[in-house]
């Protein structure tokens, strides 16, 4: 049996951080001798990174590089920006950065720091991510961001030169901005000698990144060397805290996972004493299918599945529902967290003892042949079953239950995961390259190559956006504008052609709309009520043009949480939606964008969106009886989505905003167009030869 703390007494509280993410709880879940200064900071003594706290600090101050391979449970996140604050590396003015590759994570990270110091989240220690800055110049002396966010920032300041420290956390997921970001760094170093360093992750191959931050003597000058830090990279391991974890396979491959996962959960709650439950499922849509199936069956099980409390985990959950996810669960009760793989390392779930891992990830996947990007979901790789295993002995020994074959794991799962560097579309890195001056974009320093396919595709798109010049640089203003809106540069360039055609008020409304997972709520089992409500706002022209239906209907409900709740709208989607088009507004603005409505002239948005999206084409093939399109660009095989409100419809010209990969090529976010706007928008993408236009 495992040991339970008596009511009254202090909880005992054996984990406090963990990989890139943080520990959520509040005085009032905690015990009657309060939740003091002194008790946060026994446990920050007791993390295993408290023992490296000065080994931590002299490599920094005397290396240019350091790396961190922190175990899990190691709790270096939350502390080692708080040691170089101590240490006083934020004297001065200076602050210290740490990057996360997730949003969520940042928002969570920068919360728990934040409560450790006994500061206002904002002030001394604040967060930055997309469309959302919760700092304070001049006073935020330990700033929490993404890599995406520090990007970004470098247009304003190529050497950013306000930080003392940057720590790049999570770097084994390899994400592309992680990626972009450390050959950026690397280059900064060169400039800036004195800027230090941290490259911190769960699993990585230190040697491999050690070598990638090697510089040369003579490269750096012998000077430097001997007046400045060392530039030889310093590895330090540290070690985790956990417990043992018995691993368990199932005995032959399962037919649907999904459903196996559910009778994993049930199973373990009837057999096994207390702790809470952690499920890795791929997505949204089966998140959401696990929480109903396990829901309904511990109503209609009564006694055997009472007690269960059911939560999603995933990157789109408002903040109300992922505070859920980290309070304390109520005695008695188990909590079963469903979770993408977000939870592998970027979040950390206190009282989780029992790990079902699906072995699936969903990850992206581009052919830049085929020129589509596709959401795939794919095998994980070894490296992250290990991580998901590791959740499980974090309070206690625990158990993971691996919905895959031993024969599986041993032999024919890869060991190491692709980065997404080498399996996605470049079009966004390389406008960000180029507007931070780095023009040779084939000799930059990539820490993995990407395809030479996928790098002459994006400079072709961009070539054609109008956005790259004949010599491959940003052209002005309109690459430099396209380059300074924090979107896909299609969709930027979109918000440039809305200037001209008088409709920059409804496609930064659009924009914003394409800037959030989905406005639209599926309830399982109302799919008939779903459709309904979008047939309420549908346009004939398309999804774009019912964007603006929803947008104005939510306007004129005075924004009701209720009204979204009766047409199927997620409230806080909308709310979102509100805050990114505010913030577009802003940016418009300082581009000298006029903003203009075009009083319901929708040829003109529809124009708008050509003038962006124009390689993304498609028409209805003659004859075609079951809604079969063919891409322009490269003649693939497509089909409307059925959350489409034209599907069915079939017009026979269309643009989509992405494809999405599952039985077949699914195109979402569809509007009709007429083909003569191809040749308008893009001359030299497209030209006439009969029967249809083709690209070039």
Known sequence: MPQFWKPGSERPRLLDDEEGGVLFYTTSSSSSSGFGYASIEKQRQRLPVYNYRTAILYLVETHATTIVVGETGSGKTTQIPQYLKEAGWADGGRVIACTQPRRLAVQAVASRVAEEMGVKLGEEVGYTIRFEDITNTGVTRIKFLTDGVLLREMMDDPLLSKYSVIMVDEAHERSLSTDILLGLLKK????????????????????????????????????????????????????????NVQLFYVEESVPDYLQAAVSTVLSIHDQEPMGDILVFLTGQDDIDAAVQLITDEAQSNGKSASGLIVLPLYSGLSRADQDLIFSPTPRGKRKVVISTNIAETSLTLEGIVYVVDGGFSKQRFYNPISDIENLVVAPISKASARQRAGRAGRVRPGKCYRLYTEEYFVNEMSTEGIPEMQRSSLISSVIQLKALGIDNILGFDWLSSPSPEAMVRALEVLYSLGVLDDDAKLTSPAGFQVAEIPLDPMISKMILASNQLGCSEEIITISAVLSVQSIWISVRGAQKELDEAKMRFAAAEGDHVTFLNVYKGFLQSDKSSKWCHNNFINYHAMKKVIEIREQLRRITQRLRIVLKSCENDMQVVRKAITAGFFSNACHLEAFSHNGLYKTVRSSQEVYIHPSSVLFRVNPKWVIYHSIMSTDRQYMRNVISIDPSWLREAAPHFYRQKQPNPIAL
């Open 188 to 243: 900064i170093q060169r400039r800036r000698p004195e800027l230090r360093l941290i490259i911190s992750s769960a699993t990585i191959e230190a040697k491999s990144m050690a070598a990638f931050f090697q510089t040369s003597k003579r490269r750096l000058g012998l000077e430097a060397e001997e007046h400045g830090p060392r530039t030889e990279p310093a590895i330090l391991s540290v070690e985790g805290r956990g417990f």
